[in-house]
């Protein structure tokens, strides 16, 4: 969703930078050169909306996160957008399109990172409600399972996770207030016959073996650990 968000507003932000551009032009025509983009130029759109969408998805924008200060948004906003500015005037400058003038991405990036930082700040939270709760499966060590549990129960946290159980080794009792739907041997089955979303590997204590096991069968199974 904040990605389609964004798609859009990156497009009407270039349709902002190109009005601007035309006044700047019309007010100062020996420093701005005249591009008419809204007709005959148009198809700039196909090449802008989709670098800026993949470059900001690939600079991890659209990492879930939580609890970050307006500053440290804005950085990862910025970040992602002159890294979009970058690999579009590389591509520019590829295919030989040296008509469209650099005056009007670097305006566009400035309306992008106004724009999307608002969303990051005001949108975004309420997007991000709006997510299903992650399940999360522990497994491993039974004396790190309360740091953990404490940790994913923040309130800036609990919002997003639900743990679905916890697998200790055989033989080993499960920690208290803890569901145990089998062991660490039986993680194959569990998967299988439960949703699970992502599965945290507790390892200290535990051989190396079965937890490099979990990890292969997790990466298998295609779900995050």
């Known amino acids: 969703?904040?990605?389609?968000?964004?798609?859009?507003?990156?497009?009407?932000?270039?349709?902002?930078?190109?009005?601007?551009?035309?006044?700047?032009?019309?007010?100062?025509?020996?420093?701005?050169?005249?591009?008419?983009?809204?007709?005959?130029?148009?198809?700039?759109?196909?090449?802008?909306?989709?670098?800026?969408?993949?470059?900001?998805?690939?600079?991890?924008?659209?990492?879930?996160?939580?609890?970050?200060?307006?500053?440290?948004?804005?950085?990862?906003?910025?970040?992602?957008?002159?890294?979009?500015?970058?690999?579009?005037?590389?591509?520019?400058y590829a295919l030989r399109l040296h008509t469209v003038p650099r005056t009007i991405l670097g305006i566009h990036c400035l309306y992008s990172i106004a724009a999307i930082f608002l969303r990051a700040v005001w949108i975004q939270p309420f997007l991000l409600r709006l997510e299903p709760r992650r399940r999360i499966l522990l497994a491993g060590d039974p004396a790190q399972a309360e740091a953990m549990r404490t940790w994913l129960c923040h309130p800036d946290r609990q919002s997003f996770f639900e743990i679905a159980g916890f697998l200790p080794s055989p033989g080993t009792p499960p920690p208290a207030g803890f569901a145990s739907p089998g062991t660490l041997d039986s993680l194959a089955n569990v998967l299988h016959s439960s949703v699970v979303d992502a599965v945290i590997f507790l390892s200290s204590g535990i051989p190396a073996g079965p937890i490099e096991d979990g990890l292969r069968l997790c990466d298998t199974e295609g779900i995050e650990a």
């Open 1 to 92: 969703m904040a990605a389609l968000l964004d798609a859009l507003l990156v497009a009407a932000s270039l349709l902002f930078a190109l009005a601007t551009h035309k006044v700047l032009a019309w007010f100062f025509p020996r420093s701005f050169a005249v591009f008419d983009m809204f007709w005959s130029n148009t198809w700039i759109y196909i090449l802008v909306v989709p670098v800026w969408s993949f470059v900001l998805d690939f600079s991890g924008l659209y990492r879930q996160f939580i609890g970050l200060s307006p500053a440290t948004l804005f950085r990862r906003v910025a970040k992602g957008s002159l890294l979009s500015l970058a690999v579009l005037l590389g591509l520019l």
